[in-house]
């Protein structure tokens, strides 16, 4: 048997709670949480703005601000009813749902949650991404659907899906205080806002198969990723006769990701999203408004404006772009292979070191998971993070260095990415006490080896 065990104890972690913090009642974390509900769908319509009226210079837009310039053109971004978006839009999340509960899919597994349960999923994601997009080439083929569709009527979609997006959110709310799917799982934090922004139930459920969060999450936000780059490359093509590099490349880093994350959706199941994650207005709106706004900006961007850049930079950048996903993939195999084979496996040609933690859930059993101290995780304690940014820095080079805004996604994700190392490593800390310590000094470095 390959294998070097690094053996701290054998005394299990002796706390029952973990998961999500359960004091957020304070009047500075409901300000918080407020101020991101309001703030959040204001900041995804200003960057439409930038982009339609100012050609994504932010600097114009904050000298119009700043001038009083933007009054007249405000108004064209107000709510406006739309039949067509609407039935655009109810379209859309339609097939997803069907594709959904319909499509056949291998069954995987999540980490046993807080409350002890373990739950299943049907992963089809990949299937559905391909039904997708294959549904909406040949509507568009057939002449049923305009390609361009999704830029030229963008606000009026926009305007549906965060309406939807706050539907969803406050329908999960209800729920989970009506009737929660699994209520060991739920958490209140003492304050209204927090737990509608942060959410209660763990994973929502209609039924017992389908899954709300996997479902707004990995159809409505991630699906929507492609389908948007697409038709904004069919926009620039019946606009300017063109599709440029830049926009291909974009689209093709763009679609690595996703369809990794398909093909992988099995390991999905046990990331933080899945996994410790509540079901609230982070995700739900987050993944039916924010995915679809803002990690699509470069597309949006090259789309109305082509960009030329030279061909060697181009290389160089979209080389960077793969090695990035490379360590991000290799890393998460890694960790899954470990885990999976029980370490019974090779790491970068060696017998894997890692720590067995033992943890207890609230139902009072207790469970064992791996913590692995080699390969890529040898040198970072969320090395998978280091590839994510080198691939979310290169999509946004991709389209040149003149425009702030379409770097917004990179620098979006190294705050993203910083938080969620904290976060995870005082859930780890949490769940695993003395193991996660012992592993912080076997592993020195949070993310960026020398540097942080």
């Avoid at 204001?42 to 930038?50: A, K, R």
């Avoid at 958490?187 to 763990?202: A, C, Q, T, V, W």
Wanted: a positive charge; proline letters at 3%; glycine letters at 10%.
């Amino acid at each position: 048997m390959l294998k070097s065990v690094l053996h701290v104890a054998n005394e299990p972690q002796k706390s029952a709670i973990w998961g999500r913090a359960i004091n957020r009642g304070s009047l500075g974390y409901s300000v918080l949480s407020a101020s991101l509900v309001c703030a959040t769908p204001l900041l995804g319509i200003t960057f439409s703005i930038i982009i339609n009226d100012f050609q994504g210079s932010v600097l114009g837009f904050v000298y119009a601000a700043y001038s009083g310039k933007l009054s007249s053109i405000l108004p064209a971004y107000y709510f406006r009813f739309s039949w067509h978006a609407l039935a655009g839009y109810a379209f859309w999340a339609f097939l997803q749902a069907l594709l959904f509960w319909g499509l056949p899919g291998k069954k995987g597994l999540g980490q046993p949650t807080a409350g002890g349960n373990i739950l299943s999923y049907k992963t089809n994601g990949l299937s559905a991404w391909f039904v997708t997009h294959a549904i909406l080439g040949l509507l568009c083929l057939m002449g049923v659907v305009d390609p361009g569709y999704i830029p030229r009527n963008w606000i009026n979609l926009w305007h549906v899906a965060n309406v939807f997006g706050f539907l969803v959110s406050g329908f999960a709310f209800i729920k989970a205080h009506l009737v929660p799917s699994h209520i060991q799982d739920r958490k209140f934090s003492g304050s209204l806002l927090y737990d509608f922004y942060m959410g209660i139930e763990h994973n929502p459920r209609i039924g017992n198969d389908f899954d709300i969060k996997l479902f707004t999450i990995g159809r409505l936000g991630m699906v929507s990723w492609t389908v948007i780059d697409i038709s904004n490359i069919a926009y620039q093509y019946q606009t300017y006769r063109i599709i440029t590099p830049s926009l291909v490349l974009v689209t093709i880093l763009h679609g690595i990701y996703v369809i990794d994350f398909f093909v992988h959706e099995d390991w999905y199941l046990r990331t933080i999203d899945i996994a410790h994650d509540h079901f609230g207005f982070y995700l739900a709106w987050g993944s039916i408004v924010w995915i679809p706004a803002t990690y699509t900006l470069q597309a949006q961007y090259l789309g109305q404006f082509p960009t030329i850049v030279s061909r060697i930079y181009l290389i160089i950048v979209f080389g960077l772009g793969l090695a990035g996903y490379v360590v991000f993939r290799v890393a998460n195999n890694q960790k899954d292979r470990v885990r999976s084979s029980n370490g019974n496996c090779v790491v970068f040609g060696q017998p894997p070191r890692y720590i067995r933690a033992r943890y207890k859930t609230a139902d009072g059993k207790f469970h064992e998971s791996i913590l692995l101290c080699s390969g890529w995780w040898g040198w970072s304690r969320h090395a998978n993070y280091v590839g994510d940014l080198l691939m979310s820095f290169a999509m946004c080079a991709l389209v040149g260095t003149t425009k702030l805004l379409v770097w917004f996604y990179g620098f979006f994700m190294l705050v993203l990415l910083i938080h969620r190392c904290l976060r995870d490593e005082k859930r780890c800390h949490d769940k695993y006490g003395k193991y996660w310590q012992e592993y912080c000094r076997l592993v020195r470095w949070r993310l960026i080896p020398g540097v942080w």
